[in-house]
């Protein structure tokens, strides 16, 4: 599969719940990130990985928990979560280099929801 | 710190019409301004950047120092238009760190 893929598409969890979201690209490229997108509020910035290496970490609360293994994939880890962290989560990836790190390519998405 | 502001939740025009979706600012530096499109069932993609003044789809956006907006526009919409539009911004000195507005709906009727 090309671009950037995300599973799973929907997650449903209780708040005593571990539970984790996988991305991956196929896309070659060296910085991934992870945002948040609420009900009418913008797409929120966590956290960005590059070649592997956390770069911004956007004062996320520890509930969730970044990995990166390789530069393909990315990882969320979620633990004790609270009914407002039910999201759009959106990962994406984008060159490390120049201008280029701005056009992020960006996947579906995993719909969160926190009961 | 930076900020995007898009006032319109939701744009409505007619196809053929002008269409204009307003995008203000607010950052200290040199900011690289660029516009985010997601149709239905898509994920969202980049549509055009300030830098390549470029026309994407009949899409063009011009970056107003002065009042600090960088407004998406097209003369005449289009059914296929119909999207939601988000305007974004990255400072000069870190590309990776986009702050985006919170989205535009724009519904072209036919």
């Known amino acids: 599969e090309t671009g950037v893929t995300q599973t799973p598409r929907h997650l449903v969890m209780g708040m005593t719940n571990k539970k984790s979201l996988k991305c991956e690209q196929h896309l070659g490229h060296n910085a991934m990130y992870w945002y948040k997108q609420s009900a009418k509020k913008p797409l929120e910035l966590m956290f960005v990985y590059n070649f592997k290496e956390q770069t911004e970490n956007n004062s996320v609360p520890s509930r969730f928990s970044p990995e990166c293994p390789n530069s393909s994939h990315l990882f969320l880890h979620l633990h004790t979560l609270q009914p407002e962290d039910s999201a759009l989560y959106l990962c994406?990836?984008?060159?490390?280099?120049?201008?280029?790190?701005?056009?992020?390519?960006f996947g579906p998405g995993t719909r969160l929801t926190v009961t | 710190a930076q900020r995007v502001t898009q006032p319109e939740k939701l744009l409505s025009v007619f196809k053929g019409a002008p269409v204009e979706l307003k995008c203000n600012y607010s950052y200290s530096g040199s900011p690289e301004l660029f516009w985010y499109v997601q149709y239905s069932r898509q994920r969202l993609q980049l549509l055009l950047r300030h830098i390549s003044r470029e026309s994407i789809k009949g899409f063009t956006a011009d970056l107003n120092k002065g009042e600090t907006s960088f407004h998406l526009k097209k003369p005449f919409a289009q059914e296929e238009d119909s999207a939601m539009y988000y305007c974004?911004?990255?400072?000069?000195?870190?590309?990776?760190?986009?702050?985006f507005g919170t989205g535009t709906k724009l519904q072209v009727i036919p």
């Open positions: 994406a990836s984008s060159s490390s280099v120049g201008r280029d790190q701005y056009e992020q390519y």
């Open positions: 974004a911004l990255a400072n000069s000195g870190g590309y990776q760190k986009v702050t």
